[in-house]
């Protein structure tokens, strides 16, 4: 009984441990990437096997169909419903019905198409589609990456404002204590303790909407790693986002070349349309035995479309509007992608002047402080003043944290621009 309880009293004092695990950005990355992770990359999966399925079935019809069958059937026949009429002979009477009697067929039969021009054009424009999913899935990873970047750096920066929040009522209970001291001296009167008190209320209203904030913040992050929402996590603090790994180019995105390869896919469609004209040719084959006797068949099949009514010229028509759709959308993604690299490089550059800004407040701020320190080792500095100190050094921090974050995500957009998050973030992989 007393190892059962000792069992469960380790037990929940783990539990928390447990529920608050330290989940770092490399590895939520890799839980939405990698195995039954986010939803949208596994969608992307499914159209990479399908487009992949759809090659596989163009190329299967140009190999050959064999095909067995064996058929035994015990039938009769209505001579009359079959539209013979015989005149009686003298003697001899030509029945109406014939049977009932038995045949047997068992038969191989084989064909192939000797000559399609328009299905071996088509079969290039489903590798093309093909290949456009597998660099559409490619875009879907790196555009998860990012959203799971972004999602866990909001988590840091939703966390530190939670901590400047928290240093903010540790400077309103200072301020609290130091007022009902001055009133116990009679310093001070009874409305200065209120004001106090009312400015703590104030401040940890604030905390309570930023505690809020914070576990929405974690909520996306779970929702996007595809976890369970009532799971927690501790995030970790991360080393400053560089683009040494990066590419500067972003006509290698994956998203430019996947339209780079539907404009091929729907190039070739055109192609295959206008091959249609020419005649097809195919071949033929059966052999087996009819009710004891050796049957077989062979031939050769050509057809030629004369007239179809504009068909394929309004198939071409469609074809053209839709190459020309993925034409422009090459262009747009092209000029989006250097759009978003000109705005993430003037980021970085005011990112880092910000910081900048942040660290020269930091150290004046610590100056301060100690100076305060100092002086209240002398007698000659007030407490408030004091506390004063402490929440600027305080608000330095969060500021040039602040500043960090933001850099990290200007340097996070970059690695967007250029498709080049997994590795940044996964520089090893």
């Not at 939803?39 to 096997?49: I, N, R």
């Not at 100092?374 to 003043?385: A, E, I, N, P």
């Amino acid at each position: 009984m007393l190892s059962m309880l000792l069992k469960l009293t380790v037990c929940w004092v783990a539990l928390p441990v447990l529920a608050q695990e330290a989940l770092t950005l490399q590895q939520a990355v890799s839980m939405a990437l990698d195995g039954p992770g986010n939803l949208d990359v596994q969608l992307a999966q499914t159209g990479v096997s399908q487009a992949e399925a759809q090659s596989a079935g163009a190329r299967a019809l140009l190999f050959p169909t064999l095909g067995l069958s064996a058929t035994e059937q015990d039938q009769s026949r209505n001579l009359g419903a079959e539209g013979f009429r015989f005149a009686d002979l003298p003697g001899f009477r030509i029945p109406a019905q014939v049977g009932p009697y038995n045949t047997f067929d068992s038969r191989a039969s084989l064909q192939q198409t000797v000559f399609n021009a328009a299905l071996l054009v088509r079969r290039k424009s489903f590798r093309f589609n093909a290949r456009a999913q597998k660099l559409a899935e490619q875009q879907t990873r790196e555009s998860v990456a990012a959203k799971v970047a972004h999602a866990y750096l909001d988590i840091l920066r939703r966390r530190r404002m939670l901590e400047n929040v928290r240093a903010d009522i540790a400077f309103a209970e200072g301020k609290v204590s130091i007022a009902r001291e001055l009133l116990a001296a009679g310093k001070n009167i009874p409305v200065d303790v209120s004001a106090a008190m009312t400015d703590l209320r104030e401040v940890r209203v604030r905390e309570s909407d930023e505690r809020a904030a914070y576990r929405k913040a974690k909520l996306v992050l779970l929702d996007l790693c595809n976890l369970e929402l009532t799971a927690d996590f501790e995030p970790v603090s991360i080393a400053p986002l560089e683009n040494g790994n990066t590419k500067e180019s972003v006509l290698s995105r994956p998203d430019i070349a996947s339209a780079e390869s539907q404009a091929e896919s729907a190039r070739t469609v055109d192609r295959a349309l206008q091959l249609e004209r020419l005649p097809t040719v195919s071949a033929y084959a059966d052999a087996g035995v009819f009710g004891g006797v050796e049957t077989h068949t062979i031939g050769v099949s050509v057809n030629l479309n004369v007239f179809d009514g504009g068909r394929r010229a309004a198939r071409r028509a469609e074809a053209l509007s839709v190459l020309r759709q993925e034409q422009i959308k090459v262009k747009q993604l092209q000029r989006k992608a250097q759009l978003e690299l000109a705005q993430a490089e003037l980021d970085i550059l005011s990112a880092k002047e910000g910081l900048s800004i942040a660290l020269e407040n930091r150290q004046a701020a610590n100056e301060g402080l100690e100076h305060a320190n100092r002086m209240v080792r002398v007698g000659g500095f007030d407490r408030l003043l004091e506390l004063q100190a402490i929440n600027r050094m305080a608000h330095a921090k969060y500021e040039e944290s602040l500043a960090e974050i933001r850099l990290d995500k200007a340097q996070l957009e970059k690695a967007e621009a250029t498709s080049s998050v997994v590795d940044l973030i996964r520089p090893t992989r």
